[in-house]
């Protein structure tokens, strides 16, 4: 299969299944890990672009369906930067071995969390509760989204189940 075909429709279904994820409804601390978890994976399968992609585009369709309240309308510039931070750190390390994708979901991770911590301290005036749900939650959230990942990816790479797609393109040029 092309391989922009395959980076397309993952890209596309990633994307879906974030926004899925989100429109369920759970709180913070369970919606959280698994849109991270979506990132982490998009990053692993797809690669820095997908991840990206899907990392800024999220926020914005969450808030234009309601699924992001309100009060958050400010952030949102700073969750999709966040999102792209967390994807690009970690998909520059994560090829790298597993100690190497370990140290990258700890560095994504307070990577994101000084982005959405540092909008709300100095940059977004928003309500302490808004305040709150932007800092030591996303380091929390992005760090347990990291380890999902890091399992589920660790699996699919494994058994085979899911190839990465760099890896697609090296088997057809050879």
């Known amino acids: 299969m092309n391989r922009s075909v395959v980076f397309l429709t993952r890209t596309a279904v990633l994307l879906a ?37 899907i990392g800024v585009v999220t926020p914005v369709i969450a808030f234009w369906r309601g699924i992001l309240p309100p009060p958050l309308g400010p952030m949102i510039p700073f969750i999709a930067i966040g999102n792209a931070v967390l994807v690009i750190v970690f998909g520059l390390l ?7 994708a370990i140290v990258g979901i700890v560095a994504a991770s307070v990577l994101k969390f000084l982005v959405l911590s540092g909008a709300v301290r100095f940059v977004v005036q928003v309500k302490p509760a808004i305040a709150n ?13 990291g380890a999902i990942a890091f399992v589920v990816s660790e699996a699919l790479l494994r058994t085979g189940a899911v190839k990465r797609l760099s890896d697609l393109s090296k088997r057809r040029e050879s």
């Open 133 to 145: 749900m932007m800092q030591t939650p996303q380091l929390v959230t992005a760090l347990a989204g």
């Open 17 to 53: 299944l974030t926004l899925a994820i989100q429109m369920i409804g759970m709180p913070q601390y369970a919606t959280g890990p698994l849109v991270n978890t979506m990132l982490y994976i998009a990053a692993t399968f797809v690669g820095i672009g997908g991840g990206v992609a």
């Open 94 to 100: 994560e090829r790298r071995g597993r100690l190497a």
